[in-house]
């Protein structure tokens, strides 16, 4: 289930109830920090290969609420929603995620993420804290693994394009 052969992003389970995506990033904290924040640049890395976000909202401050729908090439939806609970700019993030589905049942996990300055970029951790280990499985099998690292493929073409002039900030 974890991925293999994949050189970008380690995943791991630090826990029974944790999984853990780590990537290395060329670019600066600052930067990877806005692009992970805005929903102007949300859209064009978040989700999987060949979906759209057509709604993307972020009250980014303690308390404030996020949504986002990402739709996949069939037209279905996939809404996304959660309150930050924690922001250190340009350090760290913490925030609440639910998948609204009712019919998975709208599973909620605790999301955080640490932008790390390294010598020529940023390591960023992405740490998803499920309730029981039970739900980790079960978002593991749901193939959340392969959309994240295609996600983080996205960010790093899109931070690319940015500090090269090829998006507006």
């Known amino acids: 289930m ?21 990537r290395l990033f ?12 805005q929903p102007e640049h949300i859209r064009h890395w978040w989700g999987c290969n060949s979906s759209t976000i057509p709604v993307c909202e972020i009250d980014l401050r303690v308390g404030g609420s996020w949504k986002i729908i990402m739709r996949m090439p069939d037209g279905s939806d996939h809404p996304f929603h ?9 350090e760290r993030l913490v925030y609440s995620e639910c998948y609204d589905e009712p019919r998975v049942g709208r599973p909620e996990w605790l999301t955080i993420v640490v932008f790390d300055v390294i010598e020529g970029g940023t390591r960023l951790t ?12 079960g978002h593991l099998q749901s193939g959340m693994e392969a959309g994240a690292i295609q996600s983080f493929r996205q960010l790093d073409e899109h931070l690319a394009r940015i500090l090269s002039g090829g998006v507006q900030r």
């Open 2 to 22: 974890l991925s293999k052969g994949n050189a970008e992003v380690s995943v791991t389970l630090p826990s029974e109830t944790e999984i853990r995506f780590t």
């Open 26 to 37: 060329r670019h600066p904290r600052r930067v990877l920090f806005a692009v992970w924040t």
């Open 82 to 90: 959660g309150v930050y609970r924690e922001i250190a700019p340009e």
């Open 126 to 137: 992405h740490t998803i804290r499920h309730p029981t280990r039970q739900a980790r499985d």
